[in-house]
């Protein structure tokens, strides 16, 4: 059993919190909400600060819901968003809300003989059946429009000239109303979620008040940023996925690897589950030997593992070494051609065909003459640069400007040529 406020609050995850919120914890099991927007069938690592929320909720000691809009992923959260959002239809929203549900089992355990057990609701099963004329008459007759119209992420919207739709503006009552559902009919006093949020979850604790006299409490987490103010959890490919379909293992491992050092002392507290000691133990040895990223792996390591598998970790460290460090032509080959093609993106690549590769007599002839001058520029250069034991080929070095053209293919298709300690170059056998 955790304090959880207290826990949130050493790993940098409060931003604020209401009144009461640490003597309602003391009572007992406490319930508590967080929602997901189902705007794609996977998550992405942006919502990964939400996710450990409920984990360390859930490892407090207390229950975790975890709720996906089905109903309001058919309007669109406006907070904060310049425009109106594509409206989405049924069948996607619950093709998405599947692949979440998938994704959140790896953090939160939904075993129901468990006390605490994580629960996934959808709000879309309440909002159906609510009729315009029922919803505006029983619960829009409890908050004013002058109470809608105060909130920032409303206020913004409107000064910045591009407007809102009722649509839109409608939101933050339905997901007042998801609080206030969940309160009376799964005992749940507790909405989470990040900074941009907490205009949302007052509007649901005031519902709660007005309709049911009850209390609420809202509890947020900050909108997390990189030290160079660049949006986390965006690269220049788009958003880190957690679906390997969308993110393979390879690059969701090289991202947590290469944040900054001023970002990982950050990161390793909200996306770790490693006590204080370990953490400023890592700190510590980081600082010693910065070269060394001890953070970074450390990060990259657990993320890898809790969001694919150990064995996908292992895979990932394997195809970094290839072109980073020391490994061999068994690490090469057991590579698929995705992440051997992720490893190897941008290097020069040059297309033989297989009639022309099975006819070439030696290697000289392969790299200084088929591969079209972009290996080498003549066969004198390549035969020179072999002979100096410069050149291999699938990480074996060429010992012999003699030695036959034809390797062992990689993938069955691939060869990958080395010119120094780091030019690399794709052979494509086709």
Known sequence: MKDFIAELQWRGMLHDMMPGIEEQLKKGISSAYLGFDPTADSLHIGHLVGVMTLLHFQRAGHKPIALVGGAT?????????????????????NHNIAGIQKQLAKFLDFDAKSDNAAELVNNYDWMKDFSFIEFIREVGKHITVNYMMSKDSV????????????????YQLIQGYDF?????????????????????????????????GGTAYAVTVPLITKSDGTKFGKTEGGSVWLDPEKTSPYHFYQFWLNVADEDASKYIRIFTLMEKEQVEALEKEHAEAPHLRALQKAIAKEVTIRVHSEADYEAAVKASEILFGKSTTEDLASLNERTLLEVFDGVPQVEISKAV???????????????QGVVFSSKGEARKMIQGGGVSINKQKVADVNEAAQYPLLQGKYLLVQKGKKNYFLLKIV
């Not at 009919?185 to 008040?209: A, F, K, M, P, Y």
């Not at 590769?357 to 591969?371: F, P, Q, R």
């Open 73 to 93: 992923g058919m309007i669109g959260d406006p907070s904060f968003k310049s425009a109106e959002r594509n409206l989405l239809d049924a069948d996607t929203i």
């Open 155 to 170: 206020k913004k919207r409107l000064e910045g000239g591009t407007g809102m739709s009722f649509t839109e503006f409608s």
């Open 180 to 212: 206030y559902h969940l309160w009376k009919n799964n005992n749940c006093s507790i909405q989470l979620g990040g900074s941009d949020q907490w205009g949302n979850i007052v509007t649901g604790t005031e519902l709660v008040r007005r309709m049911g």
């Open 357 to 371: 590769y099975e006819a070439t007599e030696n290697v000289v002839d392969l790299l200084g003459e088929h591969a």
